[in-house]
């Protein structure tokens, strides 16, 4: 087997009859009779089963069967109705697909994750899930994020050599990476050693039963459950005792007190639950909406703020380039085939800009030859090729106008390179920002002679000669105003959380006639204490030029304030705020780690359904309120009734099985 072609498709099916398929059987794989028997645990069920045992104690035996029967039954009809549900939610999620890119006889193709085997040869490029436990044996800048496995905030840096320090543990090894992390920045290819359960991901989810948040719903679900339980038994025991003193029979006075403890108790309120969720989620699928997870259905319904990023989400994600330009704000041919040779050679994160600049024009490479590159990321926000033309070596540079503006000298004009001093770095700032209020996004070309060295670095993407403006155009998609406004007539605050600078967030929200409360930019925000963000972020709609921290940061700290947080992104810098927020939703179309760590997905980009889940989620929540309701009142008032009237009968008014 030749490790740089990867394995034939004849050896691969082979190996996956001998490894099985890449997955982790999650807490929802666990068999038809574990989950049947689990019904039996209820809080609810096991009032009544202690009941039917203190009967039979009593000698009571065909009240006992009775109750046991009862009993039997709720659980039955609970366990097929969860049982129909579940599987009708699972089935929706087969719909969301997670692929890795995969070599099967000398070809890359793209495979579900769960027919990966061990041996094959994979990539690893910027946004996408490390679908196996892998060993490295390709790098560029490649970044990996273990923070599911490790706890570690930031990522950490993957290469071929291997690590020349003892560790005791093998993350720490630079060129091993694992499943359950996801890849930050950078390119690289690996080979897989170990699949599904064998991984370092499968051991550690036998070891650990894996934990999952509450929502607010579930919570209040348990507490009024337990809630009941002990004021059924307060009341059950001073009935007993007022019974056994005025009628003298103390089992007479048990038999009457343990019906009325059956008569308390909300037995199908699971069952309840469950039926309306699942519904929901079915309900929403004709929607063209996936349900992940049925409980953050009711997110849906609380949700009273929702944070999105602006770029696919509030726009049509259909990014055309419309301007290329030197210092002097003309056309130029050359800036444009400066942004075609880094855009063409770099091999990291797949965006929308790079895809415009390549559809715009194509340019002739017979006599380049690219030498290594610096992968993006959302530090510096730029990312490099090293290229290789007509003998010389060149480092030309594509990022935010700003943090290029920081690392260039020089400025070329008309074929000549100029000393880049304040008045024309002013001049530069003023072009951009001119196009950013026109509702472009801006991205600055610029590049430097570079000699031959073993290793480059971001440390080299310094005294650049700035070359020029790429501008582009991507128009807000026509359902999301009426979507705002709908969320708005909901009650729930809209926020725009963008990597984009002020002004293009000014120029989407005049457009979707988003009204403006107040803007606050990422460096401002990483300047504030946690009490004084807390404090403008009720009185802010727009926040620019943010990282993935920062957004997450913004998340948490609404979420402080008491808010249900929705957050709507599709990038692999949302991800953090997916995870972050109380109802993480996401589009089929986004990367791998965004539809992953998102709850729910859009099979469509029709913003507007959003305000039909919100609708749907409050039904949903409004159904099982009624049930409790109602059952609650009716039972309460039976039950009362029947307490009072056992003081003035002289016989039982009624017995466990009624």
């Known amino acids: 087997m030749d490790i740089n072609q990867g394995l034939s498709q004849i050896e691969a099916n082979r190996r996956f009859l001998i490894s099985g398929p890449n997955e982790i059987t999650s807490r929802d794989k666990k068999s038809a009779f574990y989950h049947f028997a689990k019904k039996f645990f209820n809080p609810l069920i096991i009032t009544l089963i202690f009941v039917a045992i203190i009967s039979l104690a009593l000698g009571e035996q065909i009240n006992a069967w009775i109750i046991i029967a009862i009993a039997i039954l709720s659980v039955v009809l609970s366990f097929i109705q969860e049982y129909n549900a579940s599987r009708a939610a699972e089935k929706l999620r087969s719909m969301v697909k997670i692929t890795a890119r995969v070599y099967r006889d000398g070809q890359p193709v793209e495979l579900p994750i769960r027919e990966i085997v061990p041996g094959d040869k994979i990539e690893l490029t910027a946004g996408k899930m490390v679908p196996a436990d892998v060993k490295i044996t390709k790098s560029n800048d490649l970044y990996i994020n273990q923070s599911a496995l490790t706890g570690e905030s930031f990522p950490v840096k993957k290469s071929v050599q291997e690590s020349s320090v003892n560790s005791s543990s093998s993350y720490e090894n630079p060129n091993l990476a694992f499943m359950g992390s996801s890849v930050a920045s950078g390119f690289g290819e690996a080979i897989v050693l170990k699949t599904g359960a064998a991984t370092e991901f499968g051991k550690l989810s036998k070891e650990t039963a894996q934990v999952v948040n509450e929502t607010a719903f579930q919570k209040g679900i348990n507490r009024f459950t337990w809630l009941m339980i002990r004021f059924t038994f307060l009341l059950v025991f001073f009935i007993f005792v007022v019974n056994a003193i005025f009628k003298g029979n103390i089992i007479e006075a048990l038999l009457f007190s343990l019906a009325i403890a059956i008569g308390l108790t909300p037995e199908m309120l699971p069952m309840i639950v469950t039926i309306n969720l699942a519904k929901g989620a079915i309900d929403m699928a004709r929607k063209k909406v996936i349900i992940k997870e049925l409980a953050s259905i009711q997110n849906f319904g609380a949700m009273d703020v929702l944070c999105a990023d602006k770029t696919g989400t509030l726009t049509i994600n259909d990014i055309v380039l419309v301007k290329h330009c030197d210092a002097n704000g003309k056309e130029n041919d050359e800036i444009l085939r400066l942004a075609f040779l880094n855009s063409y050679y770099q091999s990291g994160l797949e965006n929308l800009l790079d895809n415009a600049i390549l559809n715009y024009r194509t340019f002739d490479l017979t006599a380049i030859k690219k030498i290594d590159e610096l992968p993006f990321d959302f530090n510096r926000r730029i990312m490099s090729v090293i290229i290789e033309e007509n003998g010389f070596l060149k480092l030309i540079s594509k990022g935010a106008p700003e ?110 006639k988003i009204p403006i409360d107040g803007v606050l930019g990422g460096e401002e925000i990483d300047r504030l204490s946690d009490f004084d963000l807390e404090r403008k972020i009720e009185k802010t709609n727009i926040f620019s030029r943010l990282n993935p921290l920062q957004k997450e940061k913004i998340i948490k700290a609404l979420k402080r304030k008491g808010h249900t947080v929705g957050y709507l992104g599709d990038g692999v810098n949302d991800a953090p705020s997916l995870k972050a927020a109380d109802l993480g939703i996401s589009v089929d179309n986004a990367t791998d780690i965004a539809k992953e760590t998102a709850q729910i997905i859009l099979l469509e980009k029709n913003l507007e359904v959003l305000a039909d889940c919100v609708a749907e989620g409050r039904k949903t929540f409004a159904n099982i309120i009624k049930y409790i309701k109602m059952g609650s009142s009716s039972n309460f008032g039976n039950m009362i009734s029947m307490a009072g009237a056992s003081l003035f009968l002289p016989f039982l008014p009624m017995l466990p099985p009624q």
Do not use: H, W
């Not at 963008?498 to 929200?509: A, L, P, T, Y």
């Open 403 to 512: 943090e290029i503006f920081k690392r260039s000298k020089n400025y070329l004009l008309d074929g000549k390179i100029l000393s880049l001093d304040e008045e024309m770095k002013k001049r530069l700032e003023k072009i951009y920002e001119q196009f950013s209020q026109e509702g472009f996004r801006v991205l600055a070309i610029a590049s430097r002679k570079i000699g031959s060295q073993e290793d480059y670095t971001d440390d080299d993407e310094k005294e650049l000669t700035f070359a020029g403006f790429v501008a582009f155009l991507d128009p807000p998609k026509p359902t999301a105003a009426n979507a705002i406004r709908q969320m708005n007539s909901l009650g729930i605050k809209f926020k725009i959380l963008s990597g984009d600078n002020e002004f293009v967030c000014r120029k989407i929200c005049s457009e979707l």
